[in-house]
Nanobody
């Protein structure tokens, strides 16, 4: 059974940086597109970043501030966040998809999800 476990969330002041991690198990990690999404209270789940076939993709609100990376040897994907803003406050989820059909920006196209890690940016 595939499992994704996020870690590294926390409280950070505006303008600060944070790295969250997602460790995967029970799947052939290198075969999966890995993505990050976030969800703030009362809002829909939002695409943040994805790594697919050596290319990276970002949501408009995080471009230039966030970086996704992955280590296939450690079965881990990372999200490096910098210049954080209070509006970045959310639960951050990692997700995995094996299919190449459907938009990678759409949460419905991801098969496996982690439990989420809270990131809070104070103003």
């Amino acid at each position: 059974q595939a499992q994704l476990v996020e870690s590294g969330g926390g409280l950070v002041p505006a303008g600060g940086s944070l790295r969250v991690s997602c460790a995967a198990s029970g799947l052939t990690f290198s075969n999966y597109v890995m993505g990050w999404f976030r969800q703030a209270p009362g809002k829909e789940r939002e695409f943040v970043a994805a790594w697919s076939g050596g290319s990276t993709y970002y949501g408009d609100s995080v471009k230039g501030r966030f970086t996704i990376s992955r280590d296939n040897n450690k079965n881990t994907v990372y999200l490096h966040m910098s210049s954080l803003k209070p509006e970045d406050t959310a639960v951050y989820y990692c997700a995995a998809r094996s299919s190449i059909s459907g938009s990678l920006y759409n949460a419905y196209n991801y098969r496996y999800w982690g439990q989420g890690t809270q990131v809070t940016v104070s103003s």
